[in-house]
């Protein structure tokens, strides 16, 4: 059974930094693609970042020079490195491998 667990989100003031977590089991995560989303209040879900199996990186415009993906392979995990947020990137996140979806982490930008 697979499983993605996010954890990281919270609260945070803006220009502030959060590091988020995608843990996996069941599916091994250096042969996928990984990829991050986030949804707002009343928007659709939006792409944000992604690594490939074979490490190219992509990042939606909205998170260019602000957000970093990276992956562990060895801990079957991959991170998302949230810096100089802005209360639009206030959102849940999600982690998603092929089919599968984490149950997301809440990230919050507010003064």
């Known amino acids: 059974q697979v499983q993605l667990v996010e954890s990281g989100g919270g609260l945070v003031q803006p220009g502030g930094s959060l590091r988020l977590s995608c843990a996996a089991s069941?599916?091994?995560?250096?042969?996928?693609?990984i990829n991050w989303y986030r949804q707002a209040p009343g928007k659709q879900r939006e792409l944000v970042a992604g690594?490939?199996?074979?490490?190219?990186?992509n990042y939606a415009d909205s998170v260019k020079g602000r957000f970093t993906v990276s992956r562990d392979n060895a801990k079957n995990t991959v991170y998302l490195q949230m810096n100089s947020l802005k209360p639009e990137d206030t959102a849940v996140y999600y982690c998603?491998?092929?089919?599968?979806w984490g149950q997301g982490t809440q990230v919050t930008v507010s003064s």
């Open positions: 069941g599916i091994i995560f250096s042969i996928n693609d």
């Open positions: 690594i490939t199996r074979g490490g190219t990186i």
């Open positions: 998603h491998v092929f089919i599968y």
